[in-house]
């Protein structure tokens, strides 16, 4: 049957219409004002009032981290009456004073750049607006920007609106994570958004750390003490080598690279830090009578810390010249944070340490905070200013080094510090089931297909129900539990991404968020070299299951006749489309990834199982039926000339280590190539591993002594001449017939 | 029979050697080396032109690594050089290797064959050789050096 033209023109129509209706935004990629990073009037470049209903008016930001309070003007308070919570405030005479000035203090709004720095999906953070009212209680979220592919083509940004909206309602203080949590753990589930976990759970703890940290910083959450340190009584004084190699001092180095600067040979800054009060450390550092004076200027519960550095910045900054804040520097412990002013420094006019090189810059700085124990780890935090290149814009970046005492300074050694689970450990604990089940799946396929030989033997081209009904059975798998149920359909984007990781950075943490994708793509990588991706493609792509299956099922109704198969020389010609779309994709992918992620809409695979044909717009739903609908008139039409993973894939396949059989008659007989759904086999009755989908359809001719012509021939000429027909060897022909000398015994005739 | 055996093939010259090890040394040779004299070694200036533009984007893919050229040349190199070796080696090296990697069945490979030979040979050795150099310091070394900072974007 010939192929009708005017579809082919369908399908340009629909593309581009699919283009042009892919524009819309939301905040994915949303240009910011350069002053919303650093200017002192947040409000005046931020949505305060969407965030933080019923206010009025904003401070300036201040306290580090930054955030603005929110006031209610004093006529709307007066009528709404003081209520008890605001004869508490009103004991603080700061308080009282900015009450005078602006009104009510009715909650405080921050912006989660300015607090915390967690990369999502896209690798760089999503800015978000937070309010928070004087009870820590959230009051609204706003995502100023994101870079969130998925969230602009694949997942519409509504669902992104109605995720964050649950945290409206939710202490600041309160443990909050994406899924269902267990009866009694004092936990709080969130339901996540299907398909971009990794953005839930990164804006989880954009949203929670941050309303955390502002929470702490006006008292409104109280610090969990943690136990004091105990030093131990050692009497040696190491040397500035020794506690360097011990981790008793600790290095920091930051390079003018990482802050958009031109690299000049010196770090930016190259820091030396650790901690003073351990007495072996102090004296150490300072001598006898140096720890001995510092000990005696301090509380109890104060900690010293020294700095020293080199290089072309510095950590001193000149922040604390104007604000008598130390800008550059901060203590992390856990969620709690210590900043200095310059009343918590003190000079350090000399190391006595022996080995101790020189350093341009050096102080002891003060925490005078009960939260923090040197039993503990803690993190030294430089905050840069890094300047976009291309942009010029700056923007605050944290670099910092863990510092935890060594043990050896601590009577009993370190405490048992539970670390907090990363994020893809908790994802594969919660898919423990899934897991499992799609390991299974997986091996069963491949089982299945390591046994071909033993099953296309037992189908003949008339009944093949040795290799279609496992097949069928994978497909049924692979459409209801890997594609809809688990949407672990696998993407280019994710090829793309594996692409800019080898490029940039290779990030495990972001391969391992998605564990069924990335044991997946394992089991993917491993079969196209073993047998090509043929196994992938024909027997376990979710897409491309539902693509043949709606061809085989219209095959048993009356529509039957419309079915059609390009003619062979087109085909040849066309099977090159997926190529040039999978060198397009990835070009443009190294330009911008978001654009790449835009036009790998080619894929139809968001609208089958991520986000569902009926909640997309309609260019990816007309799309989706047109390909739907041409599927079950021609075989896997989308997989043969458009798929730009099958493309990537078909490329190592050339290396696949086992191909198909074939016998010498292949060359010329055409038998195979006739019935070859994927149109693989060539004039030459070749078979290009690169379009082959290992249907096995040849392979059951193959050992079909009632399809194979050369078998057929062969069994006839031996019909006649009253022979026996032998078994079918590996080869593919019947056995030969060696006439043996007559005193033999019988049962060596048939060799 | 397996399709690989009744199939024309185009053996190269070392594919038939006894010595399994000087076997392994010529295929790494042949992978390294796209040049025969049967093919451009006949023409000397081209050989030399591409001996150069070899040594050239060595150079540049050497100064991309070490992150002082940006993304856009990276990938310009990488195309740009694949479709050269292309060019070359279906003149001079017309084969690929059929069937697993430790087999000896060759065939004469097509513009596709090539095309996906090369590209998939150079991602490896581009992600190879950059894990080497990191490893050794050079990537380190060459950031840090002041006189190439002209060429940061």
């Not at chain 1, 920007?145 to 969230?151: A, F, V």
């Not at chain 1, 000399?350 to 923090?372: K, V």
């Not at chain 1, 019935?675 to 079909?704: S, T």
Request: aromatic share 12%; proline share 6%.
């Amino acid at each position: 049957m010939r192929f009708p033209r005017s579809l082919l023109w369908l399908g340009n129509v629909l593309l581009a219409l699919l283009w042009s209706a892919a524009g819309f935004a939301g905040s994915y990629d949303a240009p910011l004002p350069p002053q919303l990073a650093s200017d002192p009037d947040l409000c005046a470049y931020a949505p305060c009032r969407e965030v933080m209903p019923g206010a009025d008016s904003f401070s300036l930001r201040k306290g580090r981290p930054g955030y603005v309070e929110a006031y209610r003007i004093r006529d709307e308070y007066e009528k709404a009456g003081r209520d008890g919570r605001k004869d508490q405030e009103d004991e603080h005479q700061e308080g009282e004073r900015e009450e005078r000035e602006h009104g009510e203090l009715i909650g405080y709004v921050f912006l989660s750049t300015d607090i915390v720095d967690i990369p999502a999906y896209s690798g760089k953070p999503m800015v978000t607006l937070i309010g928070m009212d004087t009870r820590g209680i959230i009051r609204g979220v706003r995502v100023l920007k994101h870079s969130e592919p998925i969230l602009l083509v694949g997942i519409p940004e509504a669902q992104l609106d109605r995720f964050i909206a649950q945290y409206i309602g939710k202490f600041a203080g309160a443990k909050v994570e994406i899924g269902t949590s267990l009866a009694g753990s004092g936990r709080i589930g969130l339901d996540a958004i299907s398909g971009a976990t990794v953005t839930v759970i990164a804006e989880n703890q954009t949203i929670m750390r941050s309303a955390y940290a502002v929470a702490r910083q006006v008292g409104i959450v109280k610090a969990v003490p943690r136990a004091a340190a105990r030093f131990t009584a050692l009497n040696d004084a190491p040397d500035w080598n020794a506690m360097v190699r011990e981790g008793a001092i600790e290095r920091l180095t930051v390079k003018p690279g990482d802050l958009g600067l031109p690299e000049t040979g010196e770090p930016y800054i190259d820091m030396y830090f650790g901690y003073l009060n351990a007495p072996a450390i102090g004296r150490a550092m300072l001598g006898a009578d140096g720890y001995a004076r510092l000990m005696a200027d301090l509380k109890a519960d104060e900690h010293a810390i020294f700095i020293v550095a080199n290089g072309l910045g510095s950590f001193k900054g000149s922040g604390f010249v104007r604000g008598g804040i130390y800008d550059r520097i901060q203590v992390l412990q856990e969620i709690d944070s210590f900043t200095f002013r310059d009343t918590d420094y003190l000079n350090l006019y000399r190391i006595e340490a022996a080995g101790a090189p020189s350093f341009r810059e050096s102080g002891i700085f003060i925490i005078r905070n009960p939260a923090f124990s040197a039993a503990y780890p803690w993190h030294m935090v430089f905050l840069g200013n890094k300047m976009d290149r291309e942009t010029r814009v700056k923007s605050f970046v944290n670099f910092e080094r863990e510092y935890w005492l060594p043990a050896r300074y601590l009577e009993g050694g370190r405490p048992a510090v539970s670390q907090p689970e990363p994020a893809w450990q908790a994802i594969w604990k919660a898919k423990q089931v899934e897991i499992a089940i799609f390991l299974l799946l997986l091996a069963a396929t491949a089982t299945v297909y390591g046994l071909r030989d033993h099953l296309v033997r037992r189908a003949t081209h008339k009944d093949k129900r040795w290799v279609s009904w496992p097949k069928y059975a994978i497909w049924t798998a692979s459409i209801g539990f890997v594609g809809f149920y688990t949407m672990a359909q696998p993407s280019i984007t994710q090829v793309l991404t594996w692409f800019h990781a080898l490029a940039f950075e290779w990030k495990w943490e972001l391969f391992l968020s998605d564990p069924l994708i990335f044991i997946f793509w394992w089991f993917l990588l491993g079969t196209t070299l073993v047998w090509g991706r043929g196994l992938f493609c024909g027997w376990l792509c979710p897409y491309g299951s539902l693509s043949e299956i709606a061809f085989k099922l219209t095959r048993a109704t009356p529509l039957r006749r419309f079915q059609f198969e390009l003619p062979q020389r087109l085909h040849d010609k066309l099977k090159w489309t997926k190529y040039a779309v999978f060198a397009g994709l990835l070009a443009v992918s190294f330009w911008s990834m978001g654009a790449a992620e835009q036009l790998a809409e080619i894929e139809p695979f968001k609208t089958t199982f991520l986000v569902g044909v009926l909640n997309r717009s309609w260019p990816f739903a007309l799309y989706f039926v047109a390909l739907l609908v041409l599927s079950m008139f021609t075989e896997r039409p989308f997989c043969k000339y458009l798929c730009p993973l099958g493309a990537g894939l078909a490329m190592p396949t050339t290396f696949r280590w086992f191909g198909l059989k074939r016998k010498a008659e292949c060359t010329t007989c055409h038998a195979c190539q006739a019935g070859c759904g994927p149109q693989a086999i060539a004039d030459d009755g070749r078979i290009d591993p690169r379009e082959c989908l290992l249907c096995l359809d040849c392979q059951i001719l193959y050992y079909d002594d009632h399809g194979c012509p050369p078998l057929v021939q062969e069994r006839k000429r031996r019909g006649k001449a009253g022979l026996p027909l032998t078994p079918i060897a590996g080869n593919g022909y019947y056995i030969p017939i060696k006439p043996v000398p007559a005193d033999k015994p019988a049962q060596d005739d048939v060799t | 029979m397996s399709e690989t055996h009744d199939l024309p093939t185009m053996l190269p010259h070392y594919a038939a050697d006894n010595s399994r090890m000087a076997w392994i040394g010529r295929e790494i040779w042949d992978h390294l080396w796209p040049w025969s004299r049967r093919g451009f070694g006949r023409h000397r200036f081209l050989l030399a032109l591409s001996g150069g533009a070899a040594t050239a984007v060595a150079v540049v893919w050497l100064l991309a690594a070490a992150g002082r050229i940006g993304p856009s040349v990276v990938i310009g190199w990488w195309v740009g050089w694949s479709v050269f070796e292309v060019l070359v080696r279906m003149e001079s090296k017309p084969y690929i290797k059929e069937g697993p990697w430790w087999g000896r069945h060759y065939r004469r490979a097509n513009l596709m064959d090539m095309i996906c030979y090369v590209s998939f040979k150079n991602l490896l050795l581009g992600a190879l050789l950059f894990l080497a150099l990191h490893a050794v310091g050079v990537l380190d070394f060459l950031q840090r050096l002041p006189a190439l900072d002209w060429l940061y974007r």
